[in-house]
């Protein structure tokens, strides 16, 4: 996976995204963004996808419902459509995919001798896709952005983007309900009833039109559901760039440097050290309140008293625990030594 987003080497998307959250004179203007038709497209590959049906029913009809003409036309249909779309430049693997499944569709409708169930693969594939769709979708892995991001050269990016992801997910529902679960019902319907004409042309009509169409619903939803400051599909947004609200612990965080900066001079405080200053005041503080309820017989008098320990202080207390106590400076003993020690 690249460590570049794309949208760091053009360099126009992401001005646009900084002036739209500074609020500057480019927040009006909406991103521009791609259509999500534009970047599947898929038209000429639906459309060549439904003709090998239809020439097995016009094979099927034509022959006196004969299946093995019905299959006959419908794989050298397919194999000239193959050949067309390699001349103009599609991948081998497609076209080969593409015409296996007319064979096979051929073969298990030859093996049953029942021509409906040459639409049997197209019934059962719709039936996975819808599955397929849905666990996507709840699994946070929506498929429409895998098929959109995959276009893009995106790889997995994109789900870094919650808001992408949350948009991806809602427009995937277009497609689980809107095509893939309603040619379920459809082909299904028709297929238990063994109506083969109907089934050509409804395997006609739910191909590229259905396909069109879901692909602008998609589109639509997939738009109205990202933010307007989003930069578009090709622009994934990643958790670091967004504007999201301070966690808790931030809003703590604030909350104390706020605090601590109050209590500290305004003029030379730093906000940011505030709080830290504080803690280490209220750990000199707690410090001295030990120190002083400590036991006092365990103290030393002479190193805890400055006064007392100078030798000519006159107010130093006598060693001798008989000696009475220093005269008060005012008293008639006022200007003679203590008693006990030498003038």
């Not at 094979?59 to 193959?82: E, H, K, P, Q």
């Not at 966690?247 to 906000?271: C, V």
Request: net charge neutral; hydrophobic share 45%; glycine share 10%.
């Amino acid at each position: 996976m690249s460590d570049t987003p794309p949208h760091e080497t053009s360099g126009a998307a992401p001005d646009r995204r900084e002036a739209a959250q500074r609020g500057g004179p480019e927040s009006a203007a909406a991103p521009r963004r791609e259509s999500l038709a534009t970047l599947l497209g898929g038209r000429k590959g639906a459309i060549d996808a439904s003709l090998p049906p239809v020439a097995f029913v016009v094979g099927w009809l034509v022959s006196g419902s004969s299946i093995g003409w019905g299959a006959a036309a419908a794989i050298a249909l397919s194999v000239g459509i193959g050949g067309f779309r390699l001349a103009r430049g599609d991948k081998v693997r497609a076209v080969l995919i593409s015409l296996a499944a007319v064979v096979l569709a051929a073969l298990i409708a030859l093996r049953t001798g029942r021509a409906q169930d040459f639409f049997l693969i197209q019934l059962l594939s719709n039936v996975a896709s819808a599955l397929a769709w849905a666990v996507s979708i709840v699994i946070r892995w929506p498929l429409l952005g895998v098929v959109v991001g995959t276009v893009l050269g995106q790889k997995t990016r994109w789900r870094a983007d919650r808001d992408l992801l949350r948009a991806y997910s809602r427009a995937s529902w277009v497609w689980v309900f809107g095509q893939y679960t309603l040619r379920v019902a459809v082909f299904g319907m028709l297929w238990w009833a063994g109506e083969v004409v109907a089934l050509g042309v409804a395997r006609t009509v739910l191909s590229w039109p259905l396909v069109a169409l879901t692909v602008a619903v998609s589109g639509w939803v997939l738009r109205r559901s990202l933010p307007a400051e989003h930069p578009g599909l090709r622009h994934p947004v990643p958790p670091e760039g967004r504007d999201s609200e301070p966690s808790g612990t931030a809003r703590g965080d604030e909350a104390a440097a706020a605090a601590g900066s109050a209590t500290a001079d305004p003029d030379t405080a730093d906000p940011d050290t505030a709080t830290g200053d504080t803690a280490d005041g209220a750990t000199a503080i707690g410090d001295t309140t030990e120190g002083a309820s400590s036991d006092p017989a365990s103290r030393d008098p002479a190193s805890s008293d400055p006064v007392s320990s100078d030798p000519a202080s006159p107010h130093r207390a006598s060693s001798d625990p008989a000696s009475p106590p220093p005269a008060s400076p005012g008293g008639a003993n006022a200007g003679s030594a203590p008693p006990g020690r030498d003038k």
